[in-house]
């Protein structure tokens, strides 16, 4: 992103320390250390305001309280800001996710995702299936009011969130 769009700034956030000395190192590699910037900080506590853009990419169906950090987002964005979640592609209902991909997502969700949403505050635990109705209701509850599908892939959805 910061590549395509050189008059643009950008601050990264991750609670994981390695990752995000990786990703300073990564940013002095491709030459954009300067107008990126990475901090270690949570999503329901990352500073800044005024954001034109706040991306999650598949994340958020990890998070124990994914509606908290998206109502931390919604404060932090300015007035036409969006939020924009990047997360596997999931059916709404059982039946619809019961193909090769879905089951793949169930088992890394029933290893990974849902244990790592469970063993943090809250424990949502939307799991790698959250689906976009479920997405839509938290972002709703985050204080959203509009919520569309931007765009799709065979393994994800990509979906935006406006105040």
Known sequence: MAQAYPRSAFAGYDYHTDSVHAARRLAVDEGVFGRVTFDVAGAGDFPGAEYDLITYFDCLHDMGDPVGALRHARSALGPDGI???VGPF????????????GRLFYSASTLIC?????AQEVGTALGAQAGEARLRHAA???GFTR???AAQTPTNLVLEARP
């Not at 999931?90 to 991909?101: E, F, H, Y």
């Not at 849902?114 to 469970?118: C, R």
């Open 140 to 142: 709703a509850e985050a």
């Open 114 to 118: 849902t244990p790592a949403s469970l």
């Open 90 to 101: 999931a059916a709404d209902d059982v039946a619809g996710n019961l193909n090769p991909l």
């Open 147 to 149: 919520f569309r599908r």
């Open 83 to 85: 939020v924009r979640l």
